[in-house]
């Protein structure tokens, strides 16, 4: 990405603390293709295509491992219904030419002694890979400071619109950001990343701000003392018609998640959602029972109606740039956003990616 940017900015009140810090790190293409969401699936398998290089600029340029493994997803069926509700999905995946293997339940469990023995088969996706989103943004906040950009510690209350001119007194627009900390920044270019609180940043056209709404998931973390006790392979899973994934890390770390409720901001982690992830977690993979307690959290998903995100500019100028709706694949999405805001950025349309251009907020007009 070519280093174009005079000055930047980036105000937000706990940089890297936001949705990413909760997620599990799946970039899980292929699992989270479901039924009637092939234009998401295409944006979903682009984005997994730029996540080796994308990992390894961030390696590079931060000296930080972001816990980027290509060590494929396996989704498990608990019982016989959840069988062959795992049996159609991949079935659906196969039409769609998407790498999938089904195994046995005697080949499934050869591949990962671990799972318990009453697992009924499963479905391989051999490219789901996973990366830790919480060095991923330990990296990327170094990155950024490091090239002297400014963090300010604060929220953006309101974007105002300038159509006089640009400050460096061109045609074009210029905007005013008010700050919760009481002064204004100016600038030619504004994206709005706000992640699932977009409809609390004033300025914004409504059909944009209101078509964001925060979607509840609440993680475990466990730990093993040896992280050879763990599959290599993340888990995903359905259980008594429950799904639940288990991505371990290489530190031998073990994220449990996730619950999806629609409960407005509340990010309380609820006690029944925590039993729940920890009885499906141990109906599937024993060893999670004898494991250390590490973490609950909760954070918010920003989902949109139409589940897909919401990348592009939305004032004539081009100047007001949105990057935000990314649901459930937000850490998967990263990098092919960032390539789409950056030709944004450049006013440079034929460099957005065309699996992007599905997702602009111009759409968000008609099903509003
Ligand atoms: C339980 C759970 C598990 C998940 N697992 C995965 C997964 O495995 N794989 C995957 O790809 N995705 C996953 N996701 C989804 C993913 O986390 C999100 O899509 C992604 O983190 C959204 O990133 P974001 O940068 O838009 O938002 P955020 O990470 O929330 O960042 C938004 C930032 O904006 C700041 N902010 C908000 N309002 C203002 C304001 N007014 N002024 C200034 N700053 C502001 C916040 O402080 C925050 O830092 C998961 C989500 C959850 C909840």
Same mark, same amino acid.
């Given at each position: 990405m070519p280093d174009v940017y005079e000055k930047v900015a980036i105000v937000d009140p706990s940089p890297g603390k936001g949705t990413s810090w909760v997620a599990a790190g799946m970039l899980a293409a292929v699992t989270e293709a479901y039924y009637g969401e092939e234009l998401e699936l295409h944006l979903n398998m682009a984005a997994a295509n730029l996540w080796k290089s994308f990992a390894e600029t961030l390696s590079e340029k931060s000296g930080i491992d972001i816990g980027y493994r290509q060590v494929g997803t396996l989704v498990v069926a608990g019982g016989n219904d959840d069988r062959s509700y795992i049996r159609e999905l991949y079935d659906y995946q196969t039409s769609l030419k998407l790498n999938v293997e089904w195994l046995s339940a005697s080949e499934v469990r050869e591949l990962v002694p671990q799972l318990a023995p009453s697992v009924r088969g499963a479905m391989l996706a051999a490219d789901d890979y996973q990366v830790d989103p919480r060095l991923v943004v330990k990296a990327l906040t170094q990155i950024i400071t490091a090239k002297g950009y400014s963090l300010l510690p604060t929220r953006a209350t309101s974007?105002?619109?300038?159509?006089?001119?640009?400050?460096r007194g061109s045609a074009g627009n210029s905007f005013r950001i008010i700050l919760e900390a009481g002064n204004d920044l100016h600038a030619d270019k504004i994206i709005v990343c706000t992640g699932p609180w /977009?409809? =609390?940043?004033?300025?914004?056209?409504?059909?944009?701000?209101?078509?964001?709404?925060p979607?509840?998931?609440?993680i475990v973390r466990l730990a093993a003392f040896d992280s050879s006790l763990l599959p290599a392979h993340t888990i995903r899973g359905i259980t008594n018609g429950r799904s639940i994934y288990m991505v371990p890390r290489a530190d031998g770390t073990l994220v449990i998640g996730a619950t999806m409720e629609e409960k407005g901001f509340d990010t309380a982690v609820r006690s029944g959602a925590v039993f729940d992830l920890l009885r499906d977690a141990r109906a599937l993979l024993p060893i999670t029972a004898e494991l250390?307690? =590490?973490?609950? /959290?909760?954070? &918010?998903?920003p989902a949109t109606p139409d589940n897909g995100p919401i990348v592009g500019s939305i004032d004539?100028?081009?100047? &007001? /740039?949105?990057?935000?709706?990314?649901?459930?694949?937000?850490? &998967? &999405?990263?990098?092919i956003t960032a390539v789409a805001v950056n030709a944004l950025i450049q006013s440079d349309e034929k460099g957005v990616p065309q699996e992007v251009i599905p997702f602009s907020p111009s759409r968000l007009e008609r099903i509003a």
């Open positions: 974007v105002i619109s300038d159509s006089k001119g640009n400050s /977009i409809s =609390q940043l004033n300025g914004l056209p409504r059909f944009v701000s209101s078509a964001v709404r979607v509840k998931g609440e250390s307690f =590490q973490e609950t /959290i909760a954070g &918010l998903r004539e100028s081009g100047g &007001l /740039i949105v990057a935000a709706g990314h649901y459930r694949n937000g850490v &998967l &999405l990263a990098p």
